[in-house]
């Protein structure tokens, strides 16, 4: 036995873990459109409700829904919350500055889409109720990044960020069952 | 064994592929409803929903909750997750029942174990001090146990290759398995070692899929059912993590289980055995003292196909199916289902139709 002059109380254990999967059709269709710059859901038939991005099924209903079912929505909607964060540093951490991390619930969506940048105005200004547009990359840059058959689907290969639209702001009755 | 009769009235899986482009929902969503359908049941008379996946393999916190979603959780329902083999939902979901205020549940257990590869993620199940850091992946451990186990004089490579023959004989009348076709021992036992002493066939495949089956209490199942299974008993039993504290040829948690599930010396007609790795179907043979009377693995079993964390609720659903769809020529059935690595946790359930 080694003779160590200390105890070992800390050792140092890394994981990294890889993951490559196939998107489902859904999802590579939603991709495609983000691409070419349109945002598609899927609307149930029997509860009318919109999913951006679509599930392949409404949750609700449980019945399956296909390419039938795809409808697009609008590019812009409204922030129905939203955090400021002060980024710590910790491993893989990016960010340096306080950025926003908002739910925007875009025109003929029934759910919002979560954890959204919001640009162009200071952190301090952002207000639920805002009306917002998505900021879209140039074409040549966008991309399916970000999207998963895990989780709830994201817009972030083809959008940096909402920015306000300058319209007036939205009464919250119009948003609040969309507030966490 | 006393207390509420509980049967298996439906069930439904998807075939095993080696990668599917369905999410785990979709899949899940696919294994329910065929099995909600199978039973003629209406969801939402449906008293409990349990089910059993791996965030790990999914690779995503609270990846379960979505998978939640194929189940219908409008109007909301009482459910409950295991971080296990959907077999274990199951059992959660046979106590629930025993409260005696609700008369059905769902069950299901599902993963996708081609998103990653089981090298890397199964040493993260280890203990993070001795095991985990120098990557003992499953392959490795089982190989370990084929050792054991040929030292020990138990069997031999040819007994391991006439497993798996068999095992993808009887795969060829699974429409759900992924591997099936005639094997010749010779030519297997002349091919090189994935890690010695075990070859390419006395692997499971990499599987996804899911599956899903619908518990209902005695007079419940009776209205829904020709032919229910009933569960005449069911138990769980674990062993050390560390491997070098067992005696990895024998499986003494099996033979617990089984017997206090209610196994005697009569011995089933059936038995679906998660033997993930030839050896292993060899050293439960023994444990649950089966002889040549009990029919094993006639769906091919996890060598023919292994969707992690649905693998031990498909050994259950294929007794109850060899049961029912037997025509009448067997009576009663043993399923096992397991945990860790090398049989660490086993779970055994009895299965009867009357």
């Given amino acids: 036995m080694t003779d160590l002059a200390e105890p070992v109380i800390v050792m140092e254990h890394l994981v990294s873990l890889t993951y490559d999967e196939d998107l489902p059709a859904n999802l590579v269709r939603f991709g495609e459109a983000l691409i070419d710059g349109r945002i598609v859901g899927q609307r149930c038939p029997v509860c009318h409700r919109v999913y951006v991005p679509g599930r392949g099924y409404c949750p609700l209903d449980v019945i399956p829904l296909d390419v039938e079912h795809e409808v697009e929505v609008a590019d812009r909607g409204v922030v129905t919350g939203f955090t400021i964060v002060a980024p710590v540093r910790y491993y893989g951490q990016t960010k340096t500055e306080p950025f926003i991390y908002a739910s925007v619930l875009l025109d003929g969506a029934s759910g919002t889409l979560g954890g959204q940048d919001i640009s162009g105005i200071p952190p301090d200004q952002v207000r639920m109720g805002m009306r917002v547009a998505a900021v879209w990359k140039p074409v040549e840059e966008r991309s399916m990044e970000g999207l998963s058959a895990r989780g709830w689907g994201s817009v972030a290969g083809a959008v940096t960020s909402f920015t306000p639209t300058g319209e007036p702001d939205v009464a919250r009755e119009h948003y609040q069952e969309h507030i966490i | ?354």
């Avoid at chain 2, 939902?89 to 629930?96: D, G």
């Avoid at chain 2, 996708?112 to 203990?127: F, G, I, N, R, V």
């Avoid at chain 2, 054991?148 to 060829?172: C, F």
């Avoid at chain 2, 050390?240 to 011995?267: C, F, I, V």
């Fill in chain 2, 1 to 354: 064994m006393a207390g509420i009769e509980v049967a298996i009235v439906g069930w439904a899986q998807t075939p095993a592929v080696r990668r599917s482009v369905r999410s785990e929902p979709q899949l899940c969503f696919d294994a329910i409803q065929g099995a909600i359908e199978d039973a003629g049941i209406d969801r939402r008379e449906i008293g409990f929903t349990c089910s059993g996946s791996c965030d790990y393999l999914t690779g995503g916190p609270f990846a379960f909750v979505s998978n939640l979603e194929a189940a219908g959780a409008w109007p909301p329902i009482s459910e409950s997750h295991v971080e296990m083999d959907g077999a274990w939902a199951l059992y959660e979901a046979w106590v629930r029942l025993q409260h005696g205020d609700i008369d059905s549940a769902l069950v299901f257990g599902s993963g996708k174990s081609s998103a990653t590869s089981p090298a890397e993620l199964y040493p993260q199940q280890l203990d993070p001090y001795y095991l985990a850091p120098i990557g003992l992946d499953p392959v490795s451990m089982a190989a370990l146990q084929a050792r054991a186990v040929l030292d020990a004089g138990r069997a031999t490579e040819r007994d391991l290759a006439e497993v798996a023959v068999r095992s993808h004989q009887n795969a060829m009348n699974n429409p759900n398995a992924q591997l099936r076709g005639e094997l010749d021992v010779e030519k297997l036992l002349a091919e090189d070692y994935v890690c010695a002493p075990l070859r390419r066939h006395d692997l499971p495949p990499i599987s996804d899929g899911a599956a899903a089956l619908v518990l209902a209490t005695e007079s419940k199942a009776r209205q829904l059912s020709q032919h229910p299974a009933f569960i005449r008993g069911i138990d769980h039993r674990v062993e050390p993590h560390q491997l070098g504290m067992r005696d990895l040829t024998r499986s003494s948690s099996t033979t617990l289980a089984a017997r206090q599930a209610g196994l005697g010396s009569g011995k089933p007609d059936v038995a679906e055995l998660s033997a993930t790795f030839s050896p292993q179907e060899l050293i439960l043979r023994d444990a649950l003292g089966l002889g040549d009377d009990t029919v094993v693995n006639p769906s091919g079993g996890p060598l023919a196909a292994n969707p992690v964390m649905a693998t031990g609720l498909i050994r259950i659903i294929e007794a109850a199916r060899a049961l029912t769809e037997g025509n009448g020529r067997h009576r009663t059935a043993l399923a096992h289902a397991t945990g860790g690595q090398c049989l660490q946790h086993n779970l055994v359930c009895l299965l009867e139709v009357q």
